[in-house]
């Protein structure tokens, strides 16, 4: 059986990587990831060489229940990577703990024009840290104390210290 690809808003995103730590962001941008932002934390599969690359992500992503795609815009290389995916799951037929496949709504450009946090580095995979050169998080991320001393991962900021 398919999975049902839907979309979700930036801050709807937000939250959810606050409450799921089994979330992952997939970047499905080309040459733009290395000339712009991403979100921090993202893994970054680019569209050009995705199909060839979708068993490397179902093993990166095996302990995740949830993947986010997105490319800058989020109409077309975004939905068809997360469709290809979705039907690349259902055709292994596997128990994968993938349950929920979506599409970032507005993509990038999105995100980064709705004031969420982007990071410049240029770590592959981005462990969306502080402490990486180029890697910030706006107020979105909890209170500025805990921001201080959080150089957790966008998607385990949520988890107590």
Excluded at 71 to 86: D, E, I, N, T, Y
Aim: proline share 6%.
């Amino acid at each position: 059986m398919a999975r049902m690809v839907s979309y979700v808003s930036a801050a709807k995103l937000v939250s959810m990587a606050r409450s799921n730590p089994r979330l992952a962001i997939i970047d499905v941008r080309d040459e733009e990831r290395s000339l712009q932002a991403h979100i921090p934390g993202s893994h970054h599969f680019a569209s050009g060489s995705f199909q060839a690359r979708m068993p490397e992500l179902a093993r990166a992503a095996a302990a995740k229940d949830t993947l986010v795609f997105h490319c800058a815009l989020s109409q077309v290389r975004g939905p068809k990577c997360a469709r290809m995916f979705s039907d690349y799951l259902s055709e292994a037929k596997d128990d994968s703990a993938i349950k929920n496949v979506m599409v970032l709504e507005r993509g990038f450009n999105g995100w980064e024009a709705s004031g969420q946090p982007v990071c410049r580095c240029t770590d592959a995979p981005c462990k969306g840290t502080r402490t990486t050169p180029n890697c910030w998080k706006t107020p979105n991320f909890g209170s500025p104390a805990k921001r201080k001393k959080d150089n957790r991962p966008l998607a385990m900021a949520h988890q107590k210290q």
